[in-house]
């Protein structure tokens, strides 16, 4: 054979083996790469137990939403137990008298400082809770013919703003400053509150409110100047007026009683007492522009006066001790009412205790337990004894400017009402009511009619 042929051939298979070896050198590095891949990818896939995990929360979220139980306004939504907490304040004046000074009085501050300076204080307060109401006294109106009496307050209808700027939702219109500018100024005031998304009721005007799924009824009664029986009537129609759009939960505010008395008077005590007859959780009063005591009837709570709050007109008033007052309704899933618990947030109507700056702020220190043992002594008064022994000193709370009163009712009718400091170093006292309506230290307590039991707890 041809030994150029024979070299040919040899180079040839070389060439192959060659090729070979590169193919499979080729291959190896491939195999090597694709592995690391598949190592380094599983590496990220969560095992199946965290799949169903995520799918599981996944399904929940969606399951949240579709419910009503998760949305972007927490406060409309609906759950199987469902509480709403309520600020309520006393007499507002939102302006002055037209003989006011006209350097000191409220049209002055507000020039001066604004008007988020008047609620500024309390603010957080209000905001955290799921409605505020206030009673407002005087016109918000630019009309000039006042009514023909001594004393008539209104204020320029931009002042809505300090009520709308400080999470105030609710106005109670009924009583004897309303209408200081006639008709039209009610009118406008109206008109004022309801563009600025206040809600009024009062003056043969009901209103109610869904809150998270419950409605909630608002009646307001002017009694001044007005028979019981007159009242009653009012009462009644307005009450059943609001049964008939559903209300779970009813609110009465009464305009009534005297200005600086501290006790109320029998017409106050027979109203409040047929309010709740007639279907109201909760009453509340103003007019004396002082703080009046509190009363559980028939499981029910009774504020009979939360004194003045914002105080636009009165610069040297004799008593300056108001309160927030903070209750907080549960309900079952079926909308039943099961459990009132009642704070109250001592304060006073100015931030300066010299002269009155229109500025309420929250009592601390001596100020605030000065406050609270004035409420528990009013109570005492009407006979609901807020006393105790001191046995339970555990109450905390993240505010130092709270005292709490709590209110349960069960289905058999029982209730227990209480009111307890929410701060470390305060005690809770209380008091109880028997069958035979006697409380632990002798005093007869009216609350307990209807009901086995009725606590009443403050600090001591």
């Known amino acids: 054979m041809d030994k150029n042929k024979l070299n040919h051939n040899a ?9 070979l070896y590169l193919n499979i050198a080729f291959f190896g590095v491939f195999a090597c790469a694709a592995l690391i891949f598949l190592l380094l990818a599983f590496d990220k896939i969560p095992p199946v137990s965290e799949h169903k995990k995520a799918e599981k929360e996944t399904l929940s979220t969606e399951a949240q ?6 949305s972007a306004t927490p406060k409309e939504t609906l759950a199987a137990e469902t509480s709403i907490t309520i600020s309520l304040m006393g007499d507002c004046t939102l302006g002055s008298a037209p003989d006011s000074d006209q350097y000191n009085n409220f049209d002055a501050y507000q020039s001066v400082y604004g008007i988020d300076y008047f609620f500024q204080n309390v603010k957080s307060y209000l905001e955290g809770d799921d409605l505020s109401i206030i009673n407002l006294e005087g016109a918000l109106t630019t009309a000039e013919n006042s009514a023909s009496k001594s004393d008539v307050y209104k204020g320029d209808p931009s002042y809505v703003s300090a009520l709308s700027n400080s999470s105030i939702e609710a106005v109670n219109l009924a009583n004897d400053h309303t209408e200081d500018y006639g008709t ?15 809600t009024t009721f009062g003056n043969d005007d009901t209103s109610v409110l869904e809150i998270k799924g419950i409605k909630v009824g608002l009646v307001g009664i002017s009694a001044i100047d007005k028979q019981v029986s007159e009242c009653r009537t009012q009462l009644t129609n307005d009450i059943n007026a609001v ?7 009813i609110i009465v505010n009464f305009h009534w009683g005297a200005n600086g008395e501290t006790t109320p008077d029998s017409d106050q005590t027979t109203l409040a007492h047929a309010a709740i007859d007639a279907g109201a959780d909760l009453v509340v009063g103003h007019h004396p522009h002082v703080l009046q005591g509190m009363e559980v009837y028939n499981g029910r709570t009774i504020f009979y006066s939360l004194g003045s709050f914002c105080d636009g007109v009165n610069m040297y008033p004799d008593d300056m001790d108001t309160v927030i007052f903070q209750p907080t309704f549960t309900f079952s899933a079926g909308k039943e009412l099961t459990q009132t618990t009642n704070s109250i947030i001592p304060c006073t109507i100015s931030s300066d205790s010299t002269f009155n700056n229109y500025q309420p702020t929250p009592a601390e220190d001596s100020e605030k337990t000065r406050i609270e043992e004035k409420v528990k002594e009013l109570s005492n008064q009407i006979g609901n004894s807020i006393s105790g022994d001191n046995s339970d000193a555990n109450s905390t709370s993240d505010s130092a400017n709270t005292t709490d009163s ?8 029982n209730t227990t009402a209480s009111s307890e400091s929410e701060t470390s170093s305060e005690s809770e006292t209380s008091s109880e009511t028997s069958s035979d309506g006697s409380s632990s230290d002798g005093s007869n307590n009216s609350a307990s009619d209807g009901n086995d039991s009725t606590k009443l707890f403050l600090p001591e």
Not at 11 to 19: A, P, T
Not at 184 to 198: S, V
Not at 243 to 249: F, I
Request: hydrophobic share 15%.
């Open 184 to 198: 039209a100024g009610l009118t406008e005031t109206q008109t004022t509150l309801k563009d600025a998304g206040i």
């Open 65 to 70: 939403s579709e419910t009503g139980t998760e």
């Open 406 to 413: 709590n209110s349960t009712s069960g289905s058999d009718g």
């Open 243 to 249: 049964k008939e759009q559903g209300a779970n939960l």
């Open 11 to 19: 180079d040839r298979g070389s060439n192959k083996q060659q090729q």
